[in-house]
């Protein structure tokens, strides 16, 4: 156990953190202004996956790749805003949980029908491949030192976004009260669409840039759906600074746990029990984790008071 | 519109003559259909308690399921290596007796329920929602690294457990056998909603302020009906593992959470048959789709986009009307 590795796995879990924000943002964004509970978040992260692979392996192009997933992905959105999600903003979670569910088995099987069941693999461009050496010597892939960069970038731009624009204001507004700022002359299934669209678009992002390390495959969005629900969950639903703080304590909660639980059973315990009591308790953690903080703040750490 | 008492009969009738004719014209993979869609229903019934009664949206049920599943599992591992569960501070040896196992599976299911309830019923709405969602994610992950029993591969169980008096090899005497259960879980469930604890349940759930101004606790009435809906959800674990002879993780995975969801809301949220109709068609979808089509969930999530969006009330529902008591 060296200070290299604990770096390392720090930055590794700042890289995950960051790009469940992607997620959570969109996620966060979508129940703050429209109270919705969108369990298809996850098939847009895939679908966004899906067209960056497809336009890189067409064009060779990563830049275009990534631009094609946001694309895919807000288009997806507006399409499923517009036919589906709409019909579902008055009624109560029960019917959006089930109605998104339904989404899912569409996006997932027509994804398989489309692309079959074999997985995609998506390559990260020359210029971006190979490790940096850091400051104390410690090697490490640029492709997620640049991940990490560029998901505080967004979170940066989000958070100007939000609280610099009038769209921010808008945003923020339709948060607390919709139906005043409809009465005020904003056109709400408009800015609803539109806070549907970015948050899909963010999502496809995340699937394009996450699906250069790891393969590009139908059922890959539900577990960071998930990862994303505890993320706005223990940040406070509805908070943007709450995604942001929530998901990095995810992703250094979830890397952290898996190499270093096991390490400290070690100390008490024997090799192979260590391993797999460690290994046990480091998959539950962030759970833990989100059950700790509602219990202790029932509406998330920066969560309006329900 | 037809009355429900009609339609009831006629599920229930259609859920005896169904096997019983399969059995006389030896179709035994028919009444094993039959059989699984009868502990889906059982299931299912057991999340309506908590869903229907209590309004307690919980997407998190596969871990009663899958308790239910793994107290099977573990009874009868250790019956079937002939080693004891514990050895210390007493010698508890497994076995292979239903009735042992389905009181275990119900205790413990009952017991997680309460923990998990105590702890998640101090959230409401979508943090009721998500927490539920994050314990079933736990308990999947948990198992998924238990070597002990299995991991991710889960455990087999070579013989199924035995019954007194019967021979559950025979395939209608276990579907039997498990609709039975059904039956009196469903009779429970009719005594429960119309006794004073059901009725101030129902009005917990629609108006808690009213509740707790005449001296009642929304909260601890809300508790013991996740309780109730986990120790039946538990028992339709145990019947199912005992169907496969087999459990693994994917019993506690959120896809089976939210498939228990789609089989009450399917057949209709608070309605006394609403789970048992919703588990029998979607069984029944899942063979006749699954047979014309590799990709029968595009069917299966459009039927149910169209219910969600146009049939508020599920099948139940579009058959007898919406029921004038709605929140």
Redesign the interface.
Known sequence: MSLILIIEQVLNGLQLGVMLFLMAAGLTLIFGVMGLINLTHGSLYMIGAFAAAAVASLTGSFLLALIAAMAAAAMAGVLVETLVIRRLYDRDHLDQVLATFALILIFSEGTRWVFGSFPLFLDIPDQLSGPVTLPGGIQYPLYRLVLIVVGLAIALGLGALITKTRLGIQIRAGENDREIIAALGVDISRLYTFVFALGAGLAGLAGALVGAIQSVQVGMGEPVLILAFVVIVIGGIGSIKGALIGAILVGLTDTLGGIFLPELFDLFTDRATATSAGSALASMSIYILMGAVLIWRPSGLFGLRA | MIREGVVNAFILALLVAVPVWAHFNDEPFTITLATRAVIFALAAVGLNIA?GLGGL?S?GHAVFFGIGGYAMGILAHHAQTFTPVIEWPLVIEGTKSMPIIWLVAVTTSALAALVIGF?SL??????F???T???G??FY??T????AYGGEDGLSIYVRNSFPGLNTLVPIQFFGLCLTALVIVLLMNALMARSAFGLALNAARQVPQRVEAVGLDPKRMKLVALVISGAVTGLAGALFADLNRFVSPTMFS?QMS?EI??FV?LGG?ARLFGPVTGALVFVMLEHFLGGLSD????Y??????LI??FA?GGIIGLLCGRQAVH?
């Open positions: 869903l949206v997407l702890l101090r959230t409401a709405g979508v943090y929602i998500m927490i969602l994050a314990f994610q736990m992950y948990f998924i690294s238990w070597t959120w939210g969801m789609v809301i949220v990709y029968w969930h595009i299966l999530g459009a039927l149910l986009l969600v969006l508020r929140d």
